[in-house]
């Protein structure tokens, strides 16, 4: 009886856990997706998580290119 018991407890935690997983990767994803989103390259349409990854990327990939004035106070 008790072996019985413990299995179905043992059970649902379980469960609950994998649930609080799942719902846990979900949000940290979505907002990561988002935040990636944040920036896109108006040279080459990159899309950077960051300004300082986008003025970075800016500098060494289209260093003829006009920096565009969101980046000109950027401190990389
Ligand atoms: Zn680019």
Redo the contacts with the bound molecule.
């Keep these: 009886m008790a072996r019985g018991h413990q299995k179905a407890l043992s059970q649902q935690r379980n469960l609950k856990k994998q649930d609080a997983a799942k719902k846990g990767q979900g949000i940290d994803q979505k907002t990561a997706a988002q935040k990636a989103l944040n920036f896109k390259?108006v040279?080459?349409?990159?899309q950077l998580p960051d300004p300082k990854t986008y003025k970075q990327?800016?500098e060494s990939?289209?260093p003829k290119a006009p920096l565009p004035p969101e980046l000109v106070d950027v401190t990389a």
């Design positions: 390259c040279v080459c349409m990159s990327h800016f990939k289209h």
